[in-house]
């Protein structure tokens, strides 16, 4: 059974199990992308990376996507990274998305082109039409795509821009497996803004496991503003968060 509050525009789904949040997030990523193609002939989508979005690409195997009608985009990635190296989110996107499921096109950021240039390339490809989806998570101290928390810009005009990673970011990407020691993780990424990632009419925040337990509690709870950027899903966009039973412990225990 499936638990779901509402705050704001944004929808909490709370689910039994993380395969249920899986299968959920796909039917969401479908429905949009079947709309999109139907009413424009294509879909625009911009993804999210790493171990969050695990059940939702999983869950996406087994559903029927017109994947030669999508171009894809990713929302972030490290300054001075080789497309190659383990933890690029370039080499991520290219083995679970771009392999596995073959869109019409996939666009990447280049973390070793020159970071101005590289902000008005990938800027460009955004912005030359529209945004039908966004996937995204939410990270461990609330940031959505690297956009980090009092650093965080919710009414800029750009697309993209050059972040500094917190300490507690360089940290998850250890947790997570990434890299083998914190001075490994690059100090800088490029990633797209807040007001980006809000474009679409649909945004879909898979966000399982303990260890987010309090970013998700923080989201629901925190007054809204850039001290947990993803407050801000609870004002603007159109997001539906999925959690599944550990990422919903700190909200049980409220």
């Known amino acids: ?28 990523v479908r429905d949009a992308i079947v709309a999109a193609v139907a009413e424009h002939g294509d879909a625009r989508v ?20 017109p994947w030669s009608k999508v171009t894809a985009f990713h929302m972030d990635e490290y300054v001075g990274i080789d497309a190659d190296h ?23 950021i280049d973390g070793n082109n020159d970071v101005e240039a590289e902000i008005a ?8 039409d529209r945004i039908d989806l966004v996937c995204m998570g939410i990270g461990e101290n609330g940031h959505l795509a690297f956009n980090e928390p009092y650093a965080a810009d919710f009414d800029t005009t750009d697309w993209v821009t050059e972040i500094t990673l917190t300490p507690e970011s360089r940290r998850q990407q250890v947790g997570e497996g990434h890299f083998a020691s914190y001075e490994d993780v690059p100090a800088t990424a490029l ?5 980006a990632l809000l474009s679409s009419p649909i945004q879909v925040a898979s966000v399982p496991e303990e260890r ?9 709870t925190d007054p809204v503003g850039n ?23 700190r909200l049980r225990q409220a």
């Open 212 to 220: 987010k337990a309090e970013a998700v509690y923080r989201t629901v």
């Open 121 to 128: 390339r990938y800027t460009a490809l955004l912005t030359e």
């Open 191 to 195: 990633s797209l803004t807040i007001p």
């Open 46 to 65: 911009i993804l999210a990376t790493g171990n969050s979005q695990y059940p939702l690409m999983d869950a996406l195997d087994g559903v029927n996507i």
């Open 227 to 249: 001290q947990c950027p993803a407050t801000i899903l609870r004002e603007r966009g159109n997001a539906i968060v999925l959690v599944d039973p550990g990422s919903a412990s």
């Open 86 to 108: 383990p933890a690029s989110f370039r080499r991520w996107m290219r083995e679970r998305v771009e392999e596995r499921f073959q869109p019409a096109a996939m666009h990447y």
């Open 1 to 28: 059974m499936t638990e779901v509050r509402t705050y704001g525009p944004m929808v909490l789904q709370i689910h039994d199990s993380t395969e249920s949040l899986g299968e959920s997030a796909a039917a969401l």
